[in-house]
């Protein structure tokens, strides 16, 4: 998730999808900044992992569409800073394809970073599926990512007979 815009670096989130030491979840990176970043995003993912869709931007943005599959749980990770130090805003709409966005996530800024994480069930009461499309309203250096976090509801397994 990034890059978002600290004390004159670039930083990402990052999640360790290697089994190899070191081992860890997730973790901050800097990348530099421009012209000249050490770091930067190629916009791939692979198919197994978790994240959806990954954003980041100082102001308002609209991006979709994205696939929100009905049989999986899903959570949105953000983190916003306020670029002047003062206070800003950070909302967040879900539309589901041209259906009327739905407001999801809003926050006021002091002047540190904050993050946040819209929860699987909070996502979940949204109603949101299909193509959704994303819509933030902020005066926020921000990124947000959309991130697959299981199946929605589990489904036991059959037990063997004896």
Same mark, same amino acid.
């Given at each position: 998730?990034? $890059? /978002?815009?600290?004390?004159?670096m670039?930083?990402?989130?990052?999640?360790?999808a290697?089994a190899?030491? %070191?081992?860890?979840?997730?973790?901050?990176?800097?990348?530099g900044?421009?012209?000249? !970043?050490?770091l930067?995003?190629?916009?791939? &993912? =692979?198919?197994? =992992? !978790?994240f959806v869709?990954?954003?980041?931007?100082?102001g308002?943005a609209?991006?979709? %569409? /994205?696939?929100?599959?009905?049989?999986?749980?899903?959570?949105?990770?953000?983190?916003?800073?306020? $670029?002047?130090g003062v206070?800003c805003?950070?909302?967040?709409?879900?539309?589901?394809?041209?259906? &009327?966005?739905?407001?999801a996530i809003?926050?006021?800024?002091?002047?540190?970073?904050v $993050?946040? &994480?819209?929860?699987?069930s909070?996502?979940?009461?949204?109603?949101?599926?299909?193509?959704?499309?994303v &819509?933030?309203?902020?005066?926020?250096?921000?990124?947000?990512?959309i991130?697959?976090?299981?199946?929605?509801?589990?489904? %036991?397994?059959?037990s063997?007979a !004896?």
């Amino acid at each position: 998730m990034g $890059p /978002i815009a600290v004390g004159g670096m670039a930083w990402y989130l990052v999640a360790d999808a290697d089994a190899r030491e %070191p081992q860890f979840e997730e973790g901050w990176i800097a990348a530099g900044a421009e012209p000249d !970043p050490f770091l930067v995003a190629t916009g791939e &993912t =692979s198919a197994s =992992s !978790p994240f959806v869709a990954s954003f980041a931007q100082t102001g308002d943005a609209a991006y979709g %569409p /994205i696939t929100v599959e009905d049989d999986a749980a899903y959570a949105v990770r953000w983190i916003a800073i306020d $670029p002047e130090g003062v206070r800003c805003d950070f909302g967040v709409a879900l539309a589901e394809g041209d259906g &009327t966005p739905v407001p999801a996530i809003r926050a006021t800024i002091g002047n540190d970073v904050v $993050p946040g &994480t819209l929860q699987p069930s909070s996502f979940e009461a949204l109603g949101v599926r299909g193509e959704v499309f994303v &819509t933030v309203t902020s005066d926020c250096a921000w990124a947000l990512v959309i991130q697959r976090v299981g199946d929605a509801t589990p489904v %036991p397994s059959p037990s063997s007979a !004896p």
